[in-house]
Every structure is written in structure tokens, then in C-alpha cells.
């Protein structure tokens, strides 16, 4: 299947089926675009090494070599693994201009990205823990 026939797909997916798919409390981050509380995501603080894929696809999304400590309490990277891999979508729902990330594949929120990160890029994706899944480099 080609990727824009995969990213249809995974965007056809109904409501009820997302409900069903997700735990509750990832439901309201993916599909409702909530937010975690602060320094409660299992990935604050998670610096082993391999791929943070997106919750409700698996898509990959970023590397552990780009997750650094922005001490926001939400897991921060200066990149993703891949341009076409995300989405940036204007979000002005806080009556302030950000840039809300999203899963390309299956349209999914995963957090904001911001201007006030680490070179190389400058970049600060600021990503709920609850709308990753982590993969080992050896798993």
C-alpha cells in the first residue's frame, strides 16, 4: 500500500472505532487533542534508547536522540524522525497563536511544537507521553 493510500485509510477510521481502540485517557489526547497533566507521563523522564511511535498507528515518530530535558514536564525533542511523518497545524484555541503537531498518518494530536529548543534546530515539540509508544533499539 502506498503512504497516502495507508494515511486514507487510518483517517477513515470512525469515532466509535477510535473509542473502542484507545483507553480512555488516550482518547482525549488523540482524538480530542486534551493535554496531560504536567510531570505525570511516563516519558518525562525516559531517556533509553529507541523510537517514540505514535499511540494510535504506530507510526515513527521521533528518535531518543533527539528527546532532551526541557523541564516543561512533557516529553520534548528538538526533531522528528521525519517531516512527513508529522503534521503543523495553526492552533489558536488558547486565544494565542501556536503550532499543534499531529500524527501525518492518522491525523491523531500529539502536543505543540514551539520556537525555544536546542540546536541544531531551535525546535521544541512538547508531546503528551499518553500519545507515544515506545520501542526499544533492541526490542
Not at 481502540?21 to 482518547?27: A, H, M, Q, V
Request: aromatic letters at 12%; hydrophobic letters at 25%.
Amino acid at each position: 500500500m502506498k503512504k497516502s493510500e495507508t494515511s486514507e485509510n487510518w483517517k477513515r477510521v470512525s469515532d466509535a472505532e477510535w473509542k473502542k481502540r484507545l483507553k480512555p485517557e488516550e482518547y482525549h489526547i488523540l482524538r480530542q487533542k486534551g493535554t496531560e497533566a504536567p510531570f505525570s507521563g511516563e516519558y518525562d523522564n525516559h531517556y533509553k534508547a529507541g523510537i517514540y511511535k505514535c499511540a494510535a498507528c504506530g507510526q515513527d515518530l521521533f528518535s531518543s536522540k533527539t528527546k532532551y530535558d526541557a523541564g516543561t514536564g512533557w516529553p520534548s525533542f528538538w526533531s522528528a524522525i521525519s517531516e512527513d511523518n508529522i503534521e503543523r497545524v495553526p492552533d489558536y484555541s488558547l486565544m494565542m497563536k501556536r503550532t499543534e503537531v499531529t500524527c501525518s498518518r492518522c491525523g491523531s494530536h500529539l502536543g505543540h511544537v514551539f520556537d525555544d529548543g536546542p540546536p541544531p534546530t531551535g525546535e521544541h515539540f512538547c508531546i503528551d507521553s499518553l500519545a507515544l509508544k515506545f520501542v526499544p533499539d533492541d526490542g
